[in-house]
Nanobody, 125 residues
Framework: EVHLVESGGGSVQAGGSLRLACTAS????????VGWVRQRPGEECYMVSR???????DSLMSVEDRFTISLDSAKNTLYLQMNHLEPDDTGRYYC???????????????????WGQGTQVTVSS
């Protein structure tokens, strides 16, 4: 059984930083499509940063200069370093793995797609 567990969320002021972590059991991140998905209040889920199975990474233009996705293969842990946080970054952040898309219904159960429970990030102005 696959379990993804996020940590590292919290409340910060604009300009601050947070590092999210996602640890997996029953699933190996290395060699898989993995990403961080954000759900802003009242909105659907959109991926903000993604690491493709080959190791390349990609992020939304709005975060690409501020967010960095990385993988510690030895720890099987996915990270999202978020710097210069803005109030628009507020939302619940989910780790997703497997058959993932840039836009997906939040927590949609689908064969081959796995979600964590999410961690809340709140950025105040």
């Amino acid at each position: 059984e696959v379990h993804l567990v996020e940590s590292g969320g919290g409340s910060v002021q604009a300009g601050g930083s947070l590092r999210l972590a996602c640890t997996a059991s029953g699933f190996t991140f290395d060699g898989a499509d993995v990403g961080w998905v954000r759900q802003r209040p009242g909105e659907e889920c959109y991926m903000v940063s993604r690491r493709y199975e080959g190791g390349d990474t990609d992020s939304l233009m709005s975060v690409e200069d501020r967010f960095t996705i990385s993988l510690d293969s030895a720890k099987n842990t996915l990270y999202l370093q978020m710097n210069h946080l803005e109030p628009d970054d507020t939302g619940r952040y989910y780790c997703a793995a497997g058959k993932i898309l840039w836009s997906m219904p939040c927590l949609e159960p689908r064969s081959g797609r796995f979600w964590g429970q999410g961690t809340q990030v709140t950025v105040s102005s």
